[in-house]
């Protein structure tokens, strides 16, 4: 079914891909695989003149599809390997979870608003992608299906619940924008035993906030 999707607007494809390149992602398994996906699957009709766009893009709830940069840097700072056991926090659009998909990973996506959470489950069985979605509160991660080798947060939160660290493998990742409500520091978080991990942080993003225990208290009806 996605090679069906394929059709729609290769060329802005390959010219996004080739933009990332410069802008410094160097992951062939990546590139590839935003090579694969049409963003405009995940978008509303009126804004596929943008699906290529090196941007976020509004969905439904306030809520945003990532910039295909982001989406980008964030997979590749993962450094995914076959069969990897990846949880992202925040489906949102689906987009990012058939990011990781593509990129021979096992795919858990929790998402925490309950008509995000259908859209994109319907999505994935249309295109016969088998990615395991919950609907929940990702701040605590999704014990059920540790240990991960790698846990992606598409939201940005206050810091690394130590919850979510417990739900990696060693040598396990997790990459994650951490900061206040304005602006977050993508960071990355490598567990290397019991009770010792890694930190190294990278640039500047700014997200819609992760909503939940261990993220923000932000009461949006949702
Ligand atoms: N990965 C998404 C994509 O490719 O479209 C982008 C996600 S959007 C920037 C962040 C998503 O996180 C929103 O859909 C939001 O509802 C969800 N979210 C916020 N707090 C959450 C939580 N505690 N658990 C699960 N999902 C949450």
Redesign the pocket.
């Known amino acids: 079914m996605l090679n069906d999707f394929l059709r729609l607007n290769p060329e802005a494809r390959e010219k996004l891909v080739k933009d990332l390149e410069k802008k410094g992602i160097f992951d062939k398994n990546v590139l590839n695989a935003l090579l694969q996906v049409p963003r405009e699957l ?1 978008l509303d009709p009126s804004l596929f003149v943008r699906a290529y766009d090196d941007m976020a893009l509004p ?1 439904e ?1 306030n ?4 910039q295909p940069y982001t ?1 980008a840097f964030m997979t590749q700072l993962l450094e995914l390997k076959q069969g990897d056991r990846v949880l ?10 058939m990011i990781l998909k593509l990129c021979s990973a096992e795919v858990f996506t ?4 309950s008509q ?1 959470y259908h859209k994109s489950k319907s999505l994935f069985e249309m295109l016969n992608f088998n990615i395991h979605i919950e609907l ?4 605590v991660g999704l014990p059920e299906f540790m240990p991960y080798d790698a846990i992606i947060v ?2 940005g939160l206050p810091s690394i619940p130590n919850e979510l660290v417990k739900q990696l493998k060693f040598n396990g990742k997790i990459v994650a924008p951490v900061g206040d409500l304005k602006s977050q520091t993508m960071t990355k978080l490598i567990r290397i035993d019991d009770d010792k991990f890694t930190i190294t942080e990278h640039s500047k993003f700014r ?6 225990d261990k ?1 923000w208290y932000i009461d949006d009806q ?1």
């Open positions: 995940f969905i709830f809520q945003t599809i990532s989406v992202e926090i925040g489906t949102g659009s689906g987009y990012q979870s929790i998402e925490r608003i995000l929940g509160d990702g701040s598409t939201a997200f819609v906030p992760l909503i939940g993220g949702n």
